[in-house]
């Protein structure tokens, strides 16, 4: 059977073990913070009906998900949400090694979700230096139960983490789900000391912003390509393509010379564009007769606009129809237009501020604000 010495062992094959956190990922039990039923890699998986199987998920490098739909009930065919998960091991050591975190810190966890996370820190740092905040009062409660089991009494509070908690100041502050914009608050938290949360909007959510604090502001960069759970209590609506698509035969049709696998497939030309297309998402769907063709879908957030640019090997015509109040591939090509007159920068040359409350994004020094 599987056990912490497994993944252990995984993840220093991936050499994604950091200093100072091999003892914790070996001392802490994965298997008391999930429930007897899990999903990975969209298998369903119980405990009951196959013990064995479940360990071996559980021991995985891989994010396991334990809630969906916010652990309501849903009819039958209904869009299925996830909303909170045990993350990628390796994927919660990269978050710890870009926090830098000192054995004397106090830490503010943002998104206790199973207690896996916060189990570690106190492993690493004593309970009593360790707080987290979880929005769900059901989920709060389950990981308080989960760390006593492993032997952690880390302080779990109940309410929303963009707000903090009492008992300020911290020396760090990590977030496990993603955030559009840094609240200023989080800075009162953490007057000194470092932020890292996954930040960015709906066109593009895979960053890590990783900011040090001091005299009431932050300033930092962008690092590695996570996937996180949005907000709850700022996250966009989602559902099935169909449920943002209407008046399909009411587009406006028109073509462009500018390929959208160009764009769909760089990261570096989608973080920027995300800066000047607020509420708006992207979805490629790939034809599945080998044709090589595809459809770059780009949806709005409220459900009213829509485009689809449609990509055909060895063309350098594509055709377009867009439909809503929003013209959403022009605002995409116009994004793509000001990211090439800049040089085609990467992300590594943009930075984030936080400043007098305020949110800014600037390319390569603080003082070149770009949104």
């Known amino acids: 059977m599987s056990s912490p010495a497994h993944l252990v062992e995984a993840l220093a094959n991936k050499r994604a073990i950091p200093p100072g956190w091999r003892e914790a990922v070996a001392s802490v039990p994965r298997e008391l913070f999930l429930p007897d039923i899990v999903e990975v890699e969209d298998q369903v998986i119980s405990r009951e009906s196959d013990l064995e199987e479940w360990l071996e998920a559980v021991y995985r490098d891989v994010p396991v998900i334990t809630q969906v739909n916010d652990g309501q009930e849903a009819a039958e065919g209904a869009y299925r949400r996830p909303t909170s998960s045990s993350s990628m091991p390796s994927v919660m050591l990269e978050m710890l090694d870009l926090l830098d975190v000192d054995d004397h810190h106090r830490v503010l966890e943002l998104g206790a979700g199973t207690g896996y996370n916060a189990a570690w820190l106190a492993h690493r740092l004593g309970s009593h230096r360790v707080t987290s905040i979880e929005v769900d009062a059901?989920?709060?409660?389950?990981?308080?139960?989960?760390?006593?089991?492993?032997?952690?009494?880390?302080?779990?509070?109940c309410g929303d983490g963009d707000a903090g908690?009492?008992?300020?100041?911290?020396?760090?502050?990590?977030?496990?789900?993603?955030?559009?914009?840094?609240?200023?608050?989080?800075?009162?938290?953490?007057?000194?000391?470092?932020?890292?949360?996954?930040?960015?909007?709906?066109?593009?959510?895979?960053?890590?912003?990783?900011?040090?604090?001091?005299?009431?502001?932050?300033?930092?960069?962008?690092?590695?390509?996570?996937?996180?759970?949005?907000?709850?209590?700022?996250?966009?609506?989602?559902?099935?393509?169909?449920?943002f698509l209407h008046h399909l035969d009411q587009g406006t049709a028109s073509h462009t010379a500018l390929s959208p696998l160009e764009i769909a497939h760089d990261s570096d030309a989608l973080f920027f564009i995300a800066l000047d297309v607020p509420a708006?998402?992207?979805?490629?769907?790939?034809?599945?007769?080998?044709?090589?063709?595809?459809?770059?879908?780009?949806?709005?957030?409220?459900?009213?606009?829509?485009?689809?640019?449609?990509?055909?090997?060895?063309?350098?015509?594509?055709?377009?129809?867009?439909?809503?109040?929003?013209?959403?591939?022009?605002?995409?090509?116009?994004?793509?237009?000001?990211?090439?007159?800049?040089?085609?920068?990467g992300r590594d040359r943009a930075g984030l501020s936080v400043v007098a409350g305020q949110q800014r994004l600037w390319l390569d020094d603080p003082g070149n604000i770009i949104a």
Do not use: C
């Open 138 to 157: 059901t989920l709060a409660e389950q990981a308080r139960k989960n760390l006593a089991a492993a032997g952690y009494s880390p302080r779990i509070e």
């Open 165 to 243: 908690v009492a008992g300020a100041p911290f020396d760090r502050l990590i977030a496990t789900y993603t955030v559009p914009a840094i609240p200023a608050r989080w800075i009162e938290q953490v007057p000194t000391g470092r932020i890292v949360a996954p930040w960015g909007g709906s066109f593009f959510s895979h960053s890590y912003a990783v900011l040090d604090t001091a005299n009431g502001q932050a300033h930092g960069r962008f690092h590695g390509y996570p996937a996180f759970m949005a907000s709850r209590t700022r996250r966009p609506h989602r559902g099935y393509l169909r449920d």
């Open 280 to 345: 708006a998402w992207h979805l490629l769907a790939q034809a599945q007769d080998g044709s090589g063709e595809a459809t770059w879908w780009l949806l709005a957030d409220d459900r009213k606009s829509w485009a689809a640019v449609e990509y055909v090997p060895h063309q350098t015509r594509y055709e377009v129809d867009q439909y809503g109040p929003r013209r959403l591939w022009d605002e995409v090509q116009a994004a793509h237009h000001r990211w090439a007159e800049r040089g085609r920068p």
